[in-house]
C-alpha cells in the first residue's frame, strides 16, 4: 500500500490518530505501508519510484 500524506490532511490531531490506528491494523494484517509527502513526490520521484520498486521486489521473492 503506498500512502502520500499532506499537510493539509494532518494538521488535525485526530485525523493523524485515525491515520496511524489504520497503519497499524493494516500492518497487523501483513501489509507493508509505504508513506509519502508531497515534498519527497515533487522533489526525489526517482527515489520514490526505486523505494515503490524495491518494496515490489522484496514482495515478490526470489526468482
Do not use: C, T
Not at 501483513?30 to 520521484?45: F, I, Q, S, T
Amino acid at each position: 500500500m503506498i500512502e502520500v500524506d499532506g499537510w493539509r490532511w494532518h494538521k488535525d490531531a485526530k485525523r493523524n490518530s485515525e491515520d496511524l490506528r489504520r497503519q497499524n491494523f493494516l500492518m497487523n494484517l501483513g501489509w507493508r505501508v509505504l508513506r509519502y509527502d508531497w515534498h519527497r513526490l515533487r522533489h526525489e520521484p526517482e527515489a520514490v519510484l526505486a523505494e515503490v520498486e524495491n518494496a515490489i521486489k522484496l514482495k515478490a521473492g526470489p526468482r
